[in-house]
């Protein structure tokens, strides 16, 4: 995706690069590696067996070797860095509901700093998935669509998000704090050397256009508001319907970017996945929350619960 890099570097599976330029073949590198996983021609080589430990990196006398994300968070500091980007988290080809209140919230933050509001889309055949992006506020859609992200991992999620980010150096990211937001997400933060506040309740631009981070904090007694001045992008994941829904704008447009997925060598893949057979309601999307305590007495009374909730629901 970035080209100039591609150009500069071997890049390989593990997420090591080796800058061609710099790398004089001394194979200092490779003595220190304890997997012997590199190999030295002209240049080092770092094959699958590599586990990202660094000794190459601290071994290099050249500045040679860099772990995706430790080298180019070098260069995301926040003179250079503009847009807010949103996670758009989709389930077999459906949105999920936060990723359209994130695109909302995303939207104020957005024309509060005077810049571009964009999604980024991944999974296999989820293309039709953009027009409602851009519906809900969206500017720029980034579609990454694979056959190889038709199933979310981390590994191959963050790979891929990881690189756009790099590429294109957004100010602000967003995400839903769902079992995948809080799951890969951090991943990413970690591999950009940047940071990241998680479960967010509010968010908000101060005069100095920083990202305000609110989230509960001491088992909810305070509320803590966290900033990132240093570091880009400023990462937040947003707890699911703390912000409000949007109404969307059909026929609104905006710009579809393509992106390649050219990732290989993962080491982990998904087998299958195995849907929960349950008739009770997602709580995180749930619009009422019923709930029963010691109160009760006995578990036949939860009965009452069951019929007040079914009550509730209609």
Same mark, same amino acid.
């Given at each position: 995706?970035?080209?100039?890099?591609?150009?500069?570097?071997?890049?390989?599976?593990?997420?090591?690069?080796?800058?061609?330029?710099?790398? *004089?073949?001394?194979?200092?590198?490779?003595?220190?590696?304890?997997?012997?996983?590199?190999?030295?021609?002209?240049?080092?080589?770092?094959?699958?067996?590599?586990?990202?430990?660094?000794?190459?990196?601290?071994?290099?006398?050249?500045?040679?070797?860099?772990?995706?994300?430790?080298?180019?968070?070098?260069?995301?500091?926040?003179?250079?860095?503009?847009?807010?980007?949103?996670?758009?988290?989709?389930?077999?080809?459906?949105?999920?509901?936060?990723?359209?209140?994130?695109?909302?919230?995303?939207?104020?933050?957005?024309?509060?700093?005077?810049?571009?509001?964009?999604?980024?889309?991944?999974?296999?055949?989820?293309?039709?998935?953009?027009?409602?992006?851009?519906?809900?506020?969206?500017?720029? $859609?980034?579609?990454?669509?694979?056959?190889?992200?038709?199933?979310?991992?981390?590994?191959?999620?963050?790979?891929?998000?990881?690189?756009?980010?790099?590429?294109?150096?957004?100010?602000?990211?967003?995400?839903?704090?769902?079992?995948?937001?809080?799951?890969?997400?951090?991943?990413?933060?970690?591999?950009?050397?940047?940071?990241?506040?998680?479960?967010?309740?509010?968010?908000?631009?101060?005069?100095?256009?920083?990202?305000?981070?609110?989230?509960?904090?001491?088992?909810?007694?305070?509320?803590?508001?966290?900033?990132?001045?240093?570091?880009?992008?400023?990462?937040?994941?947003?707890?699911?319907? $703390?912000?409000?829904?949007?109404?969307?704008?059909?026929?609104?447009?905006?710009?579809?970017?393509?992106?390649?997925?050219?990732?290989?060598?993962?080491? *982990?893949?998904?087998?299958?996945?195995?849907?929960?057979?349950?008739?009770?309601?997602?709580?995180?999307?749930?619009?009422?929350?019923?709930?029963?305590?010691?109160?009760?007495?006995?578990?036949?009374?939860?009965?009452?619960?069951?019929?007040?909730?079914?009550?509730?629901?209609?």
């Amino acid at each position: 995706m970035n080209q100039d890099n591609k150009q500069d570097t071997n890049q390989t599976p593990t997420g090591i690069f080796v800058d061609k330029e710099k790398c *004089t073949g001394c194979g200092n590198c490779a003595d220190a590696c304890p997997f012997g996983a590199i190999l030295v021609d002209d240049t080092a080589v770092i094959g699958e067996g590599c586990n990202l430990c660094g000794a190459c990196v601290d071994a290099c006398d050249f500045d040679a070797i860099y772990i995706l994300g430790k080298k180019e968070a070098t260069l995301t500091g926040p003179d250079d860095s503009r847009g807010v980007w949103v996670y758009a988290e989709q389930r077999e080809g459906v949105l999920a509901p936060v990723s359209m209140e994130l695109l909302g919230e995303g939207r104020r933050l957005a024309d509060i700093l005077g810049c571009s509001l964009s999604a980024v889309l991944m999974g296999h055949q989820v293309a039709g998935l953009a027009d409602t992006l851009f519906a809900f506020g969206a500017d720029v $859609v980034y579609l990454a669509d694979h056959p190889d992200l038709e199933g979310f991992t981390d590994e191959r999620y963050s790979a891929v998000l990881t690189e756009l980010i790099t590429e294109h150096r957004p100010n602000v990211v967003l995400a839903g704090a769902t079992a995948v937001g809080r799951s890969f997400i951090p991943h990413v933060a970690a591999k950009l050397g940047t940071g990241l506040t998680a479960d967010c309740t509010g968010l908000d631009i101060d005069a100095q256009n920083l990202l305000l981070q609110t989230r509960p904090a001491f088992g909810g007694n305070i509320m803590a508001t966290i900033v990132c001045p240093e570091r880009r992008p400023q990462m937040a994941t947003v707890r699911p319907r $703390v912000m409000k829904r949007p109404a969307p704008q059909p026929g609104r447009k905006g710009q579809l970017v393509q992106v390649a997925f050219n990732h290989i060598g993962f080491k *982990t893949s998904l087998l299958e996945v195995v849907q929960e057979l349950s008739d009770q309601v997602n709580l995180a999307e749930a619009d009422i929350i019923v709930t029963g305590g010691r109160g009760l007495q006995s578990a036949k009374n939860f009965q009452l619960i069951y019929e007040l909730a079914a009550v509730s629901a209609t």
